[in-house]
């Protein structure tokens, strides 16, 4: 039987004993280093989809139905729907409604632009008593010479941004005063202009209530519709801009 010197001795002379102790430095040292990396990884990756999961599932709760909505665009790639928050956090629902008419109405009444000119024409008339909008139409039709559509024709949009809204409802009818700036966009582009429109208003709230459902049981909401329509309109030029405090 050989000696355990024999036997180390003839694995030098043969290269065996490198080979062994290679393998048994790659088992001592080597392996346990790649397996640790490995499941590093691996727990580096399974935290980031466990952190994703959870945002999802936070971005999904709490479960609402999806109300659609129509919306017509005659190009679908250049008028993009986008949907803003109506009201400021622990605002009430109705003078976030007042603010909204009041800065669409005068957006409306105020900025022109050929293709939309019509549409925004029968918005005033909508919300307008019809002294009103007697008057906005005789400032608007063609034949006086100061209407947008003759001063701005096809070529030129007026832009309209409402830079601040306030209104009194201490007594009937409302009054509204609504800050804006226009601007000429076209060949001929020019510097904003101040502006402040004084609009005389009736305003019925939107009343929400609860109802049960007779045959489900379930309980859902039930509205009255707001009523909005202007009796008065004044608009004045401002040498300077609304200073908010």
Do not use: C
Request: no cysteine; hydrophobic share 40%.
């Amino acid at each position: 039987m050989k000696s355990s010197h024999e036997i180390i001795a003839e694995k030098l002379e043969d290269g065996s004993y490198y080979k062994e102790a290679r393998q048994w430095y790659n088992v001592m040292y080597l392996s346990p280093i790649s397996e640790r990396i490995f499941f590093v990884i691996l727990t580096i990756t399974s935290g980031v989809i466990f952190i994703f999961g959870v945002m999802a599932l936070i971005y999904l709760l709490p479960i609402s139905p999806r109300v659609p909505f129509i919306y017509s665009a005659k190009n679908i790639a250049k008028e993009i729907p986008v949907i803003t928050r109506l009201r400021a956090s622990k605002e009430s629902t109705n003078p976030a409604l007042i603010r909204y008419y009041l800065k669409v109405y005068a957006e409306m009444r105020e900025s022109y632009s050929e293709d939309k000119f019509l549409l925004r024409r029968e918005f005033v008339k909508v919300y307008s008593d019809p002294s009103v909008f007697n008057e906005y139409n005789r400032i608007t039709h063609p034949d006086n010479p100061r209407s947008p559509i003759r001063r701005y024709g096809s070529f030129t949009d007026l832009k309209v941004q409402v830079k601040h809204i306030t209104f009194d409802r201490s007594a009937q009818p409302y009054k509204g005063t609504v800050y804006f700036t226009t601007e000429e966009v076209g060949p001929t582009s020019s510097e904003a202009t101040n502006w402040m429109a004084t609009i005389n208003f009736f305003y019925t709230d939107l009343v929400e209530r609860d109802v049960i459902d007779p045959k489900t049981g379930e309980i859902a909401l039930e509205y009255d519709e707001p009523s909005f329509q202007v009796v008065s309109y004044d608009v004045t030029e401002r040498l300077a801009p609304v200073v908010i405090k």
